[in-house]
Every structure is written in structure tokens, then in C-alpha cells.
């Protein structure tokens, strides 16, 4: 039962993030909102590949934390300890 509760959690969380992101976006075009977009991009700039000969695989991640984000994050926690 407790791992059903921790993928509701992850998922929770994942909602808050796409959406606080979303709503940043949204945001960006409002001069007195557009602080909401504020935030620090990080991982890799250039994908790293591996050439096996017969399939190329390419790796790459790329995180941008703002603060609609963060408050994305907050918003599912205070959800998710409210249910």
C-alpha cells in the first residue's frame, strides 16, 4: 500500500512541475508577472552519443528549475498531504 502512495506522490509532483512550468511560460509575456519564468537551466548542452557500429545511441537531459515551477512543486505537496 505505501508504494501505491509514493507513485501518486511522483506523479503529483510531475503535475506540479509541468503545469508551474506552463504558467511561467504563460507568464513570460506580463511584464509584472514575468518574474514567475525567473530560473537556472542545467545538464548537458550537447547530446553524448554512442556508436555501437550497428545503432547509435544518443543521450541528453536538460532541467530548468523556475519559480512558477517551485510553486508548481509546493501546490502538489499541499494537494497530495490535504487528500
Known amino acids: 500500500m505505501r ?6 506522490l511522483l506523479a ?3 503535475v506540479g512541475i509541468v503545469l508551474g512550468s506552463f ?3 504563460l507568464a513570460s509575456g506580463i ?6 519564468n525567473f ?12 556508436d555501437l ?3 547509435v545511441i544518443t543521450f541528453g537531459i536538460s532541467i530548468r528549475i523556475t519559480m512558477a515551477s517551485i510553486f508548481g512543486i ?3 505537496l499541499l494537494i497530495y498531504h490535504c487528500l
Open 31 to 36: 511584464a509584472v508577472l514575468s518574474w514567475l
Open 74 to 76: 509546493i501546490a502538489a
Open 12 to 14: 503529483m509532483l510531475l
Open 39 to 50: 530560473g537556472q537551466s542545467f545538464g548537458l548542452n550537447t547530446p553524448l552519443e554512442l
Open 23 to 25: 504558467l511561467g511560460n
Open 53 to 55: 557500429g550497428v545503432i
Open 3 to 8: 508504494n501505491k502512495h509514493t507513485w501518486v
